[in-house]
């Protein structure tokens, strides 16, 4: 198991794709936002650059 599977699990999260419908569900996206940003960030930003995406409502960061 990986440090990101252990940081997704301490999030609530079994794996990266429950993360993802975490973070669209809690911040009121559609996960299809939510998977694009992911996509384009990349798996190393999924508690930094993503989590400051969603929580500003999906408006792009510079």
């Keep these: 198991m990986d440090d990101l599977t252990l940081t997704y699990r301490a999030c609530g999260a079994e794996c990266r794709e ?3 419908r975490l973070l669209a569900c809690d911040n009121g996206l ?3 936002d ?3 940003a992911a996509d384009r960030y990349g798996e190393a930003e999924d508690f930094g ?3 400051e995406f969603c929580e500003g409502h999906g408006e792009r960061l510079q």
Excluded: G, N, S, T
């Design 18 to 20: 429950d993360w993802l």
């Design 30 to 32: 559609p996960l299809a």
């Design 34 to 36: 939510v998977q694009r």
């Design 49 to 51: 650059r993503l989590v």
